[in-house]
């Protein structure tokens, strides 16, 4: 998480291995955005590697079953969100945080 002058507020990990990587992804953001709602950052852009987590943004019928409500309570949640494609090699910072996220037990902020 980063502010509008790109100031790190943190991040969060959580080991999430039951899920595929797109599952993965989607819940990330889930998190995302609820934790922001819970801070009260109401402006949030969103940056992904993955181009069918983007398109969720455009079609919630991708959406894996049993997140749909989940997904669509997020957007309820009176905040201005944009999604936007990044290249892997731009996202390094995620993929540090994936990988502290296999190994820890739960979450950690």
């Not at 949640?77 to 994936?98: F, M, P, V, W």
Request: aromatic fraction near 12%; charged fraction near 15%; proline fraction near 2%.
């Amino acid at each position: 998480m980063r502010d509008h002058r790109g100031t790190c507020l943190g991040g969060f990990a959580s080991n999430l291995s039951d899920f595929s990587v797109f599952e993965v992804e989607l819940t990330c953001i889930i998190l995302a955005l609820e934790y922001s709602a819970s801070q009260s950052w109401h402006n949030i852009w969103i940056e992904n590697d993955s181009t069918y987590v983007v398109q969720a943004f455009k079609n919630v019928d991708i959406v894996p079953l049993y997140l749909p409500t989940r997904w669509h309570n997020c957007f309820q949640l009176g905040l201005q969100t944009i999604c936007s494609h990044i290249y892997r090699e731009g996202n390094c910072c995620a993929d540090k945080l994936a990988e502290y996220g296999h190994a820890v037990v739960g979450s950690a902020w």
